[in-house]
């Protein structure tokens, strides 16, 4: 633990170098455009994938980057950010390799995170993506990760915080990307949705690109 707290020490003092007022703007308010919804996963740092600083992503981060509609937590997080910080964009991203998308898929037994990931095994259910014989367990993990973003966007449009915004006429849009861990880049899916419109063109379009990588 000591050596955390050294590195911290280092980290203030080389921002600090770069920029002697920093920390005292970062401190008198917070204004990011961003709210990020990612998965925990210690190797998808959200502000370094995107290459900003502190104050400029709003994010919140859980197992498979899931959008629950009982998950109090996620959606304060969202009420938050974009009622009172007026994001402009959120992004669901998901990546590669996905353990929580992976012990859904093949079915791993991990103790009370089995109960989390039944909303994994939900989103494989409603496109009939399951391992069997003769299918490529890899591609079958990349392909549910990619259809889990592509649901979990559907979750966000369908809440009442982001339909009551565009009611308002607020400019907020929801974007679906994905982040391989081997080479470190992001796509975009394609479910970009700015309005209540959208949202049934996006989803089919996503999913039918989605099928099609993986037919």
Known sequence: MEDLFKKNVAWAESVKKNDPT??????????????????????????????????????????????VHNDLNCLSVMQYAVEYLKVKHVIVCGHYG?????????????????NWLLNVQDVQYIHKAYLSEGKDAEAMVDKVCELNVTEQVMNVCKT?????????????????????????LLKDLGVNVSS??????????????INKRYA
């Open 160 to 184: 009442n915080i982001i339909k009551d915004a565009w009611g308002r006429g607020q400019e907020v849009t929801v974007h679906g990307w994905i982040y391989s861990i081997a080479d470190g």
């Open 196 to 209: 209540s419109d959208e949202i049934r063109s996006k989803y089919h379009q996503a999913v039918e690109a």
């Open 22 to 67: 920093f920390f005292e703007q970062l401190s008198k308010q917070q204004a990011p455009e961003y709210l990020w919804i990612g998965c925990s996963d210690s190797r998808v740092p959200a502000n370094e994938i995107v290459g900003l600083i502190p104050g400029e992503l709003f994010v919140h981060r859980n197992v498979a980057n899931m959008v």
């Open 98 to 114: 996905c353990g929580g998308i992976r012990a859904s898929v093949e079915r791993q037994k991990l103790g009370l995170i089995d």
